[in-house]
């Protein structure tokens, strides 16, 4: 008798068991398919990389986070602030975040394995949700006696956080020029870094960023920002060492310490996640933003060039969720940009 309760203990047990493995299965699928074209969501948690909280990169991806908390039920996205497109991309390949704000040049290197850095790897698997706004490279300083960014050398030029876009970016311009070897470096939050500068503490702040940031506002709001230009030879020189860099002019009235255009060298920031995102959820976060992008634009300047026929600006594949909406959308994808799973 003792062994059949036994044994019937055992089998109750493993019933018990499989039925718990099911439901955790159960538990991996984000969406339920109502059948009447619409999408239910199980309580999905999502990890946003944005970027320090100085930085229009910042209040890009809050912007997004707000939209999708708000119309899209049973998805909750919790934005994280980083240091930014670097340190965003060694998360969103960990695992560690499931979308993320990243510089289009930085994103597309990780995707061919190319200029990685120390400890770095290849991550192929990278895909776009949607092309963001443009980056604009801006050096700034308040020594007039700075005119040309060769006059940096020997002096303390801040590059934002360390492995975020700003730096990534300033260290690869400066060194195809032939100075970075010659530039004190401060590594800070991009905002730390213009109020070292109004502080005296740092001779220049230089990176690839968005437009306008709040922190370098505030300090043109009580000191003479002088803008230190390429030569058109420089920005050459520049475009053809990196290709995703292009030539790009920042608008005078996007900061009132700038009289004219500003002509320098910018690249595409863009939404990444996994090809390892369910694409439902791709989709569904793809078509809740642009169904509401008035809200972004409303959020930040940077939404008004948040659109679909943008997604060329960028040179990394499609997520085969988000590309399913474009389909939708009648957006004529670029063949480059087909998620490799679409074909």
Same mark, same amino acid.
């Given at each position: 008798?003792?062994?059949?309760?036994?044994?019937?203990?055992?089998?109750?047990?493993?019933?018990?068991?499989?039925?718990? %493995?099911?439901?955790? /299965?159960?538990?991996?699928?984000?969406?339920?398919?109502?059948?009447?074209?619409?999408?239910?969501?199980?309580?999905?948690?999502?990890?946003?990389?944005?970027?320090?909280s100085g930085g229009?990169?910042?209040?890009?991806?809050?912007?997004?986070?707000?939209?999708?908390?708000?119309?899209?039920?049973?998805?909750?996205?919790?934005?994280?602030?980083?240091?930014?497109?670097?340190?965003?991309?060694?998360?969103?390949?960990?695992?560690?975040?499931?979308?993320?704000?990243?510089?289009?040049?930085?994103?597309?290197?990780?995707?061919?394995?190319?200029?990685?850095?120390?400890?770095? $790897?290849?991550?192929?698997?990278?895909? %776009?949700?949607?092309?963001?706004?443009?980056?604009?490279?801006?050096?700034?300083?308040? /020594?007039?006696?700075?005119?040309?960014?060769?006059?940096?050398?020997?002096?303390?030029?801040?590059?934002?956080?360390?492995?975020?876009?700003?730096?990534?970016?300033?260290?690869?311009?400066?060194? %195809?020029?032939?100075?970075?070897?010659?530039?004190?470096?401060?590594?800070?939050?991009?905002?730390?870094?213009?109020?070292?500068?109004?502080?005296?503490?740092?001779?220049?702040?230089?990176?690839?960023?968005?437009?306008?940031?709040?922190?370098?506002?505030?300090?043109?709001?009580?000191?003479?920002?002088?803008?230190?230009?390429?030569?058109?030879?420089?920005?050459?020189?520049?475009?053809?060492?990196?290709?995703?860099?292009?030539?790009?002019?920042? $608008?005078?009235?996007?900061?009132?310490?700038?009289?004219?255009d500003y002509d320098?060298?910018?690249?595409?920031?863009?939404?990444?996640?996994?090809?390892?995102?369910?694409?439902?959820?791709?989709?569904?976060?793809?078509?809740?933003?642009?169904?509401?992008?008035?809200?972004?634009?409303?959020?930040? $300047?940077?939404?008004?060039?948040?659109?679909?026929?943008?997604?060329?600006?960028?040179?990394?594949?499609?997520?085969?969720?988000?590309?399913?909406?474009?389909?939708?959308?009648?957006?004529?994808?670029?063949?480059?940009?087909?998620?490799?799973?679409?074909?």
């Open positions: 008798m003792m062994k059949k309760i036994t044994s019937l203990l055992l089998a109750l047990l493993m019933v018990i068991s499989m039925a718990a %493995c099911g439901s955790q /299965d159960a538990g991996k699928e984000p969406a339920n398919d109502n059948g009447d074209g619409t999408t239910t969501f199980n309580n999905v948690k999502i990890s946003a990389g944005s970027g320090t229009g990169q910042y209040v890009y991806v809050g912007g997004i986070s707000s939209i999708i908390n708000t119309h899209l039920d049973g998805v909750e996205v919790i934005l994280e602030a980083t240091k930014g497109s670097g340190e965003n991309l060694s998360l969103l390949q960990n695992g560690d975040l499931e979308i993320a704000s990243i510089e289009s040049s930085i994103a597309y290197n990780a995707m061919m394995g190319i200029d990685l850095g120390e400890g770095e $790897s290849a991550f192929p698997e990278i895909r %776009c949700l949607f092309a963001s706004l443009p980056t604009y490279f801006i050096m700034t300083t308040l /020594d007039g006696s700075l005119t040309n960014c060769e006059q940096f050398a020997g002096k303390n030029v801040a590059f934002g956080p360390y492995t975020g876009s700003t730096d990534i970016s300033s260290r690869a311009v400066f060194s %195809c020029l032939g100075i970075l070897d010659d530039i004190k470096v401060t590594n800070s939050g991009w905002g730390d870094c213009f109020t070292a500068m109004g502080d005296g503490l740092v001779d220049a702040v230089t990176g690839g960023s968005i437009h306008p940031a709040s922190a370098l506002t505030e300090l043109e709001a009580t000191k003479s920002v002088k803008w230190v230009r390429f030569t058109d030879e420089q920005m050459d020189k520049l475009t053809t060492a990196y290709p995703y860099y292009k030539h790009v002019t920042l $608008s005078a009235d996007t900061y009132s310490s700038l009289t004219e320098t060298i910018g690249a595409w920031q863009a939404m990444y996640a996994s090809a390892e995102m369910d694409d439902e959820l791709a989709y569904m976060i793809t078509k809740t933003v642009f169904e509401n992008i008035a809200e972004l634009q409303a959020t930040h $300047s940077g939404g008004y060039t948040t659109t679909l026929e943008n997604i060329g600006e960028q040179p990394v594949p499609l997520h085969n969720g988000a590309y399913r909406y474009y389909q939708e959308m009648g957006i004529d994808v670029p063949a480059e940009l087909i998620p490799p799973e679409a074909k």
